[in-house]
C-alpha cells in the first residue's frame, strides 16, 4: 500500500517530464514505472540487519526518487516475511545470513546495505563484494583500520562501490558550514568543539559487548565528533591524545568506553577537541571558530531538524529525512560518479577508523600518537 502510494506520487510528481515514448502505447507497468523516475537509474537496493535503523532507512527508502528498497537479508524468516508485506519484497528477493551469497545470481539488485552489529561490517561487506554488489556499509564501517582497509580492497578488486552511511555529508545547515569555512567567511579556523554522547539503556544490548560492538561510545557515537572534526576543520588530523573515565565497570566491562576525551591536531595549527560518551544526554553539539566568525551547530548530528548558527545569524537550510536525501545522492554517486562535497566512500570510513586505532592506543599509551591518514 505504501510503496503504491509512494509509487504514485512518483508517477504524478514527474508525469510532466515524461518524454514521448514511440511504439508505447500502452505501457507495461514495470516500464512505466522505469520511466517514472526521471532523474536517473534507479538503485535496487537490499537491507541487510532489519533492526532498529535497517527499519527506519527502509521507511526513507519509500520516499527516494532514485532508490528503491527490493530486497532484504535477514537470520529471522518472520521479520522477512513481515517485510515481505509491508515493502511489497519479492520472495525471491529476501535471503538470510547463510545464503546471501547466492544474490550475485541474482539480477533485481544492485547494492546491499549493510545495517549490522559493527564487527559483523567486515565480512559481510567483503561477502556482499565477493557477490559482485555495491555494498553501502553503516559506520563504523568496521571495528579497526585493517579490517577497513580489507574491505576497501576487496571492493576495489570485485570493481564495486563501497560507500558509509555518513548522512550528514548531505544536510544543509552543514554544507552550510562546510561552504561558509572554503569561502573564508570564517576566517582561520583555529578550533573545533565536538560533543557526542547520549545515556545508554539496556546492558545487555549488542552496543555494550566488545565482540560485537569493537568498543563503547567511541565506535558507536564519538565517530561523528571525529567525523565532524575533519569536515568542519578541512583537514586530517596529524596527531591525538585521549583519556578515558569510566564510572560503571559493570555495565561498561573491559574494551567497551563509557567516556573518552580526545584532542586531534590538524595540520594547520588547528586543534579538535572532542567528548564521547555512553553516560550522559543533550551531548550533541558541533562549534567550529575561526577569526572572522563561528558556527555552531546543535544539535549537529541527530536525524534532525539539525539546528544552528553563525556569527551571521540563524541557519536555515530545509530538514529533508536524511536517509531519503543519502540514497537518492548514493544512487548519484554509484551509477554517475557524483562527487559529493563530502566523501561517503571506503577510503572516508577508513579515515575514521585509523583515527578510532589512534584514539585507542593513546588511551592505552597515555601518549600523543601519531596519525598517518
Ligand atoms: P539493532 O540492534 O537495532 O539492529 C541490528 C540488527 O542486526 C538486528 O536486526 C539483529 O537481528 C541483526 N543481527 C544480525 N546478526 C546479529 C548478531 N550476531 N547479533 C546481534 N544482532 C544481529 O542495531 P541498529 O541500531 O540498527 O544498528 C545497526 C548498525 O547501524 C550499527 O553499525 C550502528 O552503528 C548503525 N547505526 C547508524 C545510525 C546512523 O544514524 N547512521 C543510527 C543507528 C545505527
Redo the contacts with the bound molecule.
Sequence with gaps: MTSRRNFLQKISATAFALPFLPGTGSLTLPDFEEQAYQQGKVLRVAIM????????VAEALQACKRAKLVGAI???PS?LKDWQTKYNIPAKNCYN?ENFDQIKNNRDIDAVYV????A??RDQVIRVAKAGKHAIC???MAINAKEGQEMVDACRQANVKLLV???LHFEPNTLEIIRMRKAGELGKVLFFQGLSGFRIGDPN???LKKE?AGGGSM??IGIYSINGARYMIGEEPTWVTAQETKTDPVKFKEGVDETIQFQLGFPSGAVASCLSTYSMNNLDRFFLNGDKGYAELFPATG?GPIKGRTHKGELTGPHTT?QTVQMDEMAAIIFDNKQPVVPVDGLEGLKDLKIIDAIFQAVKTGRKVDVKI
Excluded at 49 to 56: A, E, I, K, V
Excluded at 115 to 118: A, R
Design positions: 540487519g532489519l533492526g532498529s535503523y535497517g527499519t527506519r535477514s537470520g529471522t521479520k545470513y545495517i549490522t552489529p559493527n559483523l561490517h553503516e559506520k563504523p552511511g555518513y548522512r544490548q549488542w552496543r560485537l565506535m558507536d536525524y536524511h
